[in-house]
Nanobody
Framework: QVQLVESGGGLVQAGGSLRLSCAAS????????MGWFRQAPGKEREFVAA????????YYDDSVRGRFKISRDHAQNSAYLEMNGLKPEDTAVYYC???????????????WGQGTQVTVSA
């Protein structure tokens, strides 16, 4: 069992930056892929980024590649999403997730946080 708690969301102007954190507790955090997803009002949840269990591999959705950076810290049992060059279309609730497969499908992730709101004003 892994419990996840996100933090770091907020309101920012277009072009600004935010850093989301995901604190994990429970067993086997270091064996899980960590992913970030987001869901905007009226839209389905979508993949943002993932980092493999060993931290060596990362993968991004095309919409955020080059602007966002995912990372993890095994000593802190945490994952992070650094977001730069934010756009109004990045506005969504952002979710941290832990899974056994290095992938972009929500069903591949077993554990989810409660989400943190990110709002980007024009």
């Amino acid at each position: 069992q892994v419990q996840l708690v996100e933090s770091g969301g907020g309101l920012v102007q277009a072009g600004g930056s935010l850093r989301l954190s995901c604190a994990a507790s429970g067993r086997d955090f270091n064996r899980h892929t960590m992913g970030w997803f987001r869901q905007a009002p009226g839209k389905e949840r979508e993949f943002v980024a993932a980092v493999a269990s060993n931290g060596a591999s990362t993968y991004y959705d095309d919409s955020v590649r080059g602007r966002f950076k995912i990372s993890r810290d095994h000593a802190q049992n945490s994952a992070y999403l650094e977001m730069n060059g934010l756009k109004p279309e990045d506005t969504a609730v952002y979710y941290c997730a832990a899974g056994r497969v290095f992938g972009e499908l929500a069903e591949e992730y077993d554990y989810w946080g409660q989400g943190t709101q990110v709002t980007v004003s024009a």
